[in-house]
């Protein structure tokens, strides 16, 4: 089944405690990228990989971190969380940056940061 | 830059009856895609319908059809027989196809809440 998982699905943490959420897609695309979703704002870019090693700043991206290693797997990373990064986030990913008519989104992942 | 607006931030609806949510939006460009995307309580982020702006006829899925206006940058949602499984949230979203202006980034619409009533 095709699909973009993320891990945790929720997470409760203190300010200050560095933390990671994974993503991986099983479809072999090209394009991954995080967004942040937050009342009344909707959703917001905060990075994307347009392939493997090539990552670049979304519309949201200070305090956080991605890498891109492998194709399958965009991690997001959180070096020192603080309450405004409380929020509920998605992984997605596509074919290409062009093929935005097929992209897939994880389940998202709840942050609470205290 | 692209925004797109989604002025009613909740809505309700009888059920089996139609509702119409509406969106708009501002670019320069003339060839993109916009996207009507559905939110249950799940929180999943569902896609419901998508438009290519180069294509002149409105899409169509099912109960879901939107109008899309080009000229005057609209692109309405129109539910019809509306099911108490279509009450989540949906969101408007932009996609620039081509050009520097492409990093794959989609362009949301603050959401609008839907509530299918019995």
């Known amino acids: 089944e095709a699909q973009v998982t993320q891990n945790p699905r929720y997470l409760i943490t203190v300010t200050g405690k560095k933390l990671t959420v994974t993503c991986s897609q099983n479809?072999?695309?090209?394009?991954m990228s995080w967004y942040r979703q937050d009342p009344g704002l909707g959703l917001r870019q905060i990075y994307y990989s347009m392939n493997v090693e090539v990552t670049d700043k979304g519309d949201v991206p200070e305090g956080y971190k991605v890498s891109r290693k492998e194709k399958r797997n965009f991690p997001l990373i959180l070096e020192s969380p603080s309450p405004n990064q409380t929020s509920l986030y998605f992984c997605?990913?596509?074919?290409?940056?062009?093929?935005?008519?097929?992209?897939?989104f994880g389940p998202g992942t709840r942050l609470t940061v205290t | 830059a692209q925004t797109v607006t989604q002025s009613q931030p909740e809505m309700s609806v009888q059920e089996a009856e139609t509702v119409t949510l509406s969106c708009t939006y501002d670019t320069s460009e003339n060839n993109y895609y916009l996207f009507w995307y559905k939110q249950p309580p799940s929180r999943q982020m569902i896609l419901v319908i998508r438009q290519e702006a180069y294509k002149q006829q409105n899409a169509t899925e099912n109960r879901f059809s939107v109008n899309f206006q080009k000229a005057a940058k609209s692109f309405s949602l129109k539910i019809s027989d509306s099911q108490l499984g279509d009450t989540a949230m949906y969101f408007c979203a932009f996609a620039s196809i081509y050009g520097s202006s492409n990093t794959g980034k989609l362009i949301f619409g603050q959401g609008t809440t839907l509530q299918v009533k019995p």
């Open positions: 997605a990913s596509s074919l290409s940056s062009e093929r935005l008519d097929e992209q897939y």
């Open positions: 479809m072999n695309h090209e394009y």
